[in-house]
Nanobody, 124 residues
């Protein structure tokens, strides 16, 4: 069974940086996509970023382009989200996700597997 564990959330001032990590276990397939969604109170779920594990193609939501970078450490089955120049509107619960298709995370706002989420709070 796939298990996703996030870490790295916290409180940061506007303009600061954070790095989120997500480690996957229980993987029995070699082709998949991992990514991040976020959801703030009272708002819809928002796509943040995704990466194809085999090809390395990356995708970003419009609101984070140029500020966030997604990367992987293949040997550790770990994905990272480097968040720079954080803004108060980035405040949300960030969810690590994994999907067996290449484009559902980025274009269909859904995924097969979800982590528990980690809170990111950006103060002004």
């Amino acid at each position: 069974q796939v298990h996703l564990v996030e870490s790295g959330g916290g409180l940061v001032q506007a303009g600061g940086s954070l790095r989120l990590s997500c480690t996957a276990s229980g993987l029995t397939f070699s082709t998949y996509t991992m990514g991040w969604f976020r959801q703030a109170p009272g708002k819809d779920r928002e796509f943040v970023a995704a990466i194809n594990w085999s090809g390395g193609n990356t995708y970003y939501g419009n609101s984070v382009k140029g500020r966030f970078t997604i990367s992987t450490h293949n040997d550790k089955n770990t994905m990272y989200l480097h968040m720079n120049n954080l803004k108060p509107e980035d405040t949300a619960v960030y969810y690590c996700v994994l999907d067996l298709e290449s484009d559902r995370i980025a274009y269909r706002n859904t995924a097969d597997y979800w982590g528990q989420g980690t809170q990111v709070t950006v103060s002004s």
